[in-house]
Antibody, heavy 119, light 108 residues
Framework: QVKLVESGGGVVQPGRSLRLSCAASGFRFSGYGMHWVRQAPGKGLEWVALIAFDGSETYYADSVKGRFIISRDNSKNTLYLQMNSLRAEDTAVYYC????????????WGQGTLVTVSS | EIVLTQSPATLSLSPGERATLSCRASQTISTFLAWYQQKPGQAPRLLIYDASNRATDIPARFSGSGSGTDFILTISSLEPEDFAVYYCQQRSSWPPFTFGPGTTVDIK
């Protein structure tokens, strides 16, 4: 069965960096685009970034453009989110999610990892 | 950026009742709309895609309709496990992919 497991969250000071990982199993990871979506405490869902199945295309929300980098290692079935220059407003649960084709719906989600940006 | 609005913000109903949730887009999005369900402490789950297609393993009591700017999610008869937050999302014009603010369906 499809499984997505995020890791790497934690407490980090403003201005510092953090890298999240999403380990995929149960499907051919190299055949699917992947997204990061976040949810601030008590708030709604906010799309963060998308990477194509082969890493050739990436897209970002304006709120993270220039600070976050989405990448993937298909040999390790792993998705990454490098988060730099973190701000308090980046505090959220970060979910990785699979899409069926570029720009399609998010059909499987991980359970999320919490990132808290605080001094 | 396409903005999605959802109404009502909260819907208080009893098990067995019919739930009708609305999502409106700031510009036409054809049928490029999905609905997700999220329970406390859990990840969202895809319910409906392309406005009216049920995702895998989604019960028939969930249905979606609409096109253009106005969309409806209907739960024909609420089961106890259906009390949750429901989000709509568009993929007509991206990036960004945008979500609505959510509708909470709680027990009356």
């Amino acid at each position: 069965q499809v499984k997505l497991v995020e890791s790497g969250g934690g407490v980090v000071q403003p201005g510092r960096s953090l890298r999240l990982s999403c380990a995929a199993s149960g499907f051919r990871f190299s055949g699917y685009g992947m997204h990061w979506v976040r949810q601030a405490p008590g708030k709604g869902l906010e799309w963060v970034a998308l990477i194509a199945f082969d890493g050739s295309e990436t897209y970002y929300a304006d709120s993270v453009k220039g600070r976050f980098i989405i990448s993937r290692d298909n040999s390790k079935n792993t998705l990454y989110l490098q988060m730099n220059s973190l701000r308090a407003e980046d505090t959220a649960v970060y979910y990785c999610a699979r899409e069926e084709f570029l720009g399609s719906w998010l059909d499987y989600w991980g359970q999320g990892t919490l990132v808290t940006v605080s001094s | 950026e396409i903005v999605l609005t959802q109404s009502p913000a909260t819907l208080s109903l009893s098990p067995g009742e019919r739930a009708t949730l609305s999502c409106r887009a700031s510009q036409t999005i054809s049928t490029f709309l999905a609905w997700y369900q999220q329970k406390p402490g859990q990840a969202p789950r895809l319910l409906i895609y392309d406005a009216s297609n049920r995702a895998t393993d989604i019960p028939a009591r969930f249905s979606g309709s609409g096109s253009g700017t106005d969309f409806i999610l209907t739960i024909s008869s609420l089961e106890p496990e259906d009390f949750a937050v429901y989000y709509c999302q568009q993929r007509s014009s991206w990036p960004p992919f945008t979500f609505g603010p959510g509708t909470t369906v709680d027990i009356k």
